[in-house]
């Protein structure tokens, strides 16, 4: 999968002052993962190093502005990000990782200044809203905001499951291969969106007899737009319990109970997702429950990234 990443996250030294800011999960973990298209729309409208900028809000429009002789240079850096952002377009991206906080890279972190100099609004920076425009349903997060364990795996697991949808459709699929997909992903699905499920149950189920053209970009739409929400405790032990109801023939009474008190440890916040997780798995490969073997929520990215190991990474 190919990711789109602000230049000074790759440790490219393209920021105003000439120095980078190396993000090491980006390279080191998710690298091993994705290849990356590096952009800075900065450097390549005022070279590197050049004076620093900053975004004014005048009359609620946002204005870009030297920090140096307090031009604006609105126009300017509009029109490089226009370029960058058809430039990356071709890549066939699979998502963008934005630079936090700056005045052309943040993604909703960004200050915009009042005239009178003190601090407004938080808002996107130009290119990062350029991108939003360009790139509706494309995964896109920022470095600051990927600190946060909760939104680093929501995010891996978007990722993933974009580039999921986009390798299925390049594979030209069948209706087949779609009902497939869309049973492979239920409890991903489901712990995110319930009501999104459903309305992808219903596509796939084709009542009105679309041709499979429409259906299929009407599936990936909502199979998008319902990947971008985040999970939540309550969605993810709903499903876990639902998984567990896959063995109610199996398990002794005290495999049961001791499933049940995982699920229940996790909802507490005792214990990470990956421990009744595990579990589930095990005990669908010793029963060989292909349904649950298949799903996508077992293992929705490569198991090294280790995102659900933590506490952290459930809300
Ligand atoms: S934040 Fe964006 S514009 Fe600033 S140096 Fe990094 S890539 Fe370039």
């Not at 796939?204 to 599936?219: M, P, S």
């Amino acid at each position: 999968m190919k990711i789109a990443v602000s230049g000074c996250l790759l440790g490219e030294k393209v920021r105003f002052d000439g120095v980078h800011k190396h993000d090491r999960f980006v390279t080191d973990e998710l690298g091993c993962y994705a290849s990356f298209v590096p952009f800075c729309p900065e450097a390549i409208a005022f070279g590197i190093p050049r004076p620093s900028v900053k975004l004014v809000n005048r009359d609620d429009n946002i204005a870009v502005v030297s920090n140096k002789d307090g031009s604006d240079l609105t126009q300017k850096l509009l029109e490089k990000s226009y370029e960058e952002v058809h430039r990356i377009a071709d890549e066939k991206l699979g998502g963008i990782i934005f630079k936090s906080r700056s005045p052309s890279c943040g993604l909703g972190s960004t200050v915009a200044y009042l005239e009178n100099g003190f601090a407004g609004s938080k808002t996107d920076g130009v290119f990062a809203s350029v991108c939003r425009e360009k790139f509706p349903l494309l995964p896109m997060e920022e470095e600051g905001r990927l600190q946060d364990a909760w939104l680093r795996e929501n995010f891996i697991m978007q990722l993933f499951a974009y580039d999921a949808i986009e390798k299925l459709k390049e594979n030209k699929p069948t209706m087949k291969i779609l009902v497939d997909f869309h049973i492979r992903n239920k409890f991903l699905l489901q712990a995110k969106d319930e009501k999104l499920y459903r309305v992808l149950g219903n596509i796939v189920g084709n009542h009105e007899n679309l041709t499979f053209g429409t259906l299929f970009a009407n599936y990936e739409q909502n199979f998008k737009v319902a990947i971008a929400q985040k999970s939540s405790i309550k969605r993810n032990r709903n499903v876990l319990e639902h998984m567990s109801g896959f063995f109610k023939n199996e398990l002794s009474g005290v495999e049961k109970k001791a499933l049940h008190e995982q699920i229940e440890e996790y909802a507490k916040k005792i214990v990470p997702i990956i421990v009744p997780l595990s579990t589930i798995k095990l005990y669908a490969k010793k029963h060989k429950i292909a349904y649950l073997l298949g799903q996508t929520f077992l293992e929705p990215y490569p198991k090294e990234l280790a995102l659900r190991s933590s506490l952290l990474s459930s809300k």
